[in-house]
């Protein structure tokens, strides 16, 4: 062991819905390496993302707060600078500070960049080659570049059959949807669960005197879900849009799979895998067409919300464990920090999950509260039975779709009507309002809670600028423009 502390892994695989796993119910062995880890650690049945969007809900991840505590509550282009300077204002410390100022190593296979390089000695996505190698992969981008605007296809026509028909609508519909089609080179060279695992490993592979905590975001199961032809289930239809990219991203999830049995393995190699802490989760999860949401993350159902959540760590646990209870993203940090013999931050809304892995404490909430912004603004709060979810700016307008998914609440009975079809909320509206003052009592007190820490920050003197770099303003927005999340 390093200095008695364990050390840690924190595996995000984007947009993997719990579901899709066979260790989640999944049939047809999609999941293998993934079942096996779960078989052998603790496996959360209700972990529930906060947010359905990268950057609200890795924010979340790292910080132990939600979006609504550390002020990024916004994604991509609209995640402004004023957004940023929001962040900035409440104090919040990343997990990788937490960890690098106790002596960890720290190194990410990410390209995110912003706020989340935070507390990182390494981070970034690319390999050392030698020039020849470098040249080689420059000429073999337009090819990807051109394979990733293909692949999109199927989504575009998808969307083509739901968008309202006036010419300026169709415009505007288009328009969104064909800036998908700006996925380019950095994610067509980082798409790919081999090119992650590769750079894991060779982090894994030098000499770690101290602890480290290693942070590897996967993305294959994000549109337009990379998936070698080799792993397409059998009978795809190649020909209907919707079959095809359902098939891609089952095809995706056995890729991501592949590719962490060959990370597990590498740990075994270099006898870090009894002291390493692994913690696999995702963002978010997906919509294949459930609810009229196609290929995409908006949308509060459990397709998007309902993630997985394995922990692993046989020096202290020696069983598999399946653990019924409410987590959600804000006890990651927590847990990590108390595993490595740390204290949290101060400010955080998780708790640890130790006690409940190792049963002293039955559950830590009884609900799960998540929000959603990109497309959509909407709240929506999961108990034991029901979800509510309401929409906060009033409208309820989804700008993808073009159209209010069901209503401005929605009510399920989850326990009768897992697939959330039927909207309770006008037949039931007393439960509705009394969810709906409980989901606002929620948010207002968060609200307050953020507000307190800014006044605090504040008094402090604290540099509300320091969130970015000298001109990585520009650099922002170019990135964010090339991978789909600008469309000005």
Request: with cysteine; charged share 25%.
């Amino acid at each position: 062991m390093n200095n008695g502390k364990p050390n840690v892994i924190l595996v995000v695989i984007d947009a993997l819905r719990a579901r899709n796993l066979g260790c989640y119910g999944m049939a047809g062995n999609p999941s293998p390496h993934l079942d096996a880890l779960a078989g052998s650690g603790v496996l959360f049945e209700r972990n529930y993302a906060t947010w359905n969007t990268t950057d609200p809900s890795l924010t979340c991840i790292l910080t132990g707060k939600y979006p609504r505590s550390h002020g990024i509550m916004d994604h991509g282009d609209r995640a402004t600078s004023e957004v940023r300077r929001r962040f900035a204002e409440t104090g919040t410390t990343m997990l990788a500070e937490v960890l690098q100022r106790s002596g960890y190593e720290t190194a990410a296979v990410d390209w995110m960049g912003r706020w989340f390089k935070r507390g990182f000695d390494h981070y970034g996505f690319r390999p050392q080659r030698s020039p020849a190698r470098k040249w080689a992969h420059r000429l073999s981008l337009p090819g990807l570049y051109v394979r990733y605007a293909l692949d999109h296809l199927p989504i575009l026509q998808c969307y083509r059959g739901v968008r309202r028909g006036t010419g300026k609508d169709l415009a505007q519909g288009m328009k969104d949807v064909l800036s998908t089609f700006a996925f380019t080179y950095r994610l067509a060279e980082i798409q790919d669960a081999a090119c992650v695992t590769r750079l894991a490993s060779e982090f894994l592979e030098r000499p770690h005197p101290a602890p480290f905590f290693l942070f590897l975001h996967y993305w294959d199961t994000h549109t337009p879900y990379h998936c070698p032809r080799g792993f397409l289930p059998d009978r795809t239809d190649l020909k209907d849009p919707r079959s095809l990219l359902t098939a891609r991203y089952s095809g995706a999830v056995r890729y991501v799979d592949l590719h962490l049995g060959r990370l597990f393995a590498k740990l075994k190699e270099q006898n870090l895998w009894n002291n390493t802490l692994l913690v696999v989760t995702a963002d978010h999860g997906d919509s294949l067409t459930e609810h009229e949401i196609y290929f995409d993350h908006h949308g509060l159902y459990e397709e998007t919300t309902h993630v997985p959540l394995i922990l692993h760590y046989p020096v202290r646990w020696l069983t598999g464990r399946r653990l019924p209870c409410f987590v959600q993203h804000v006890d990651l940090l927590p847990t990590i920090c108390e595993m490595a013999g740390l204290d949290t931050p101060a400010g955080g809304d998780g708790a640890s999950l130790v006690p409940v892995i190792e049963g002293q404490l039955e559950c830590l909430r009884d609900a799960v509260f998540m929000e959603e912004s990109y497309v959509q603004r909407k709240a929506g709060l999961r108990t034991g039975r029901y979800k509510y979810i309401q929409a906060v700016d009033g409208t309820g307008w989804c700008r993808y779709c073009e159209k209010v998914h069901v209503g401005m609440e929605e009510l399920y009975d989850i326990q009768e009507d897992p697939g959330e079809t039927r909207d309770l909320s006008q037949s039931h509206r007393d439960l509705a309002a009394e969810l709906k003052g409980r989901l606002n009592k929620l948010m207002a007190q968060l609200d307050r809670k953020r507000e307190q820490c800014n006044s605090r920050v504040a008094g402090q003197g604290a540099d509300a600028g320091s969130v970015l770099e000298p001109g990585e303003e520009q650099m922002i927005r170019k990135r964010l423009k090339s991978l789909g999340y600008l469309s000005e």
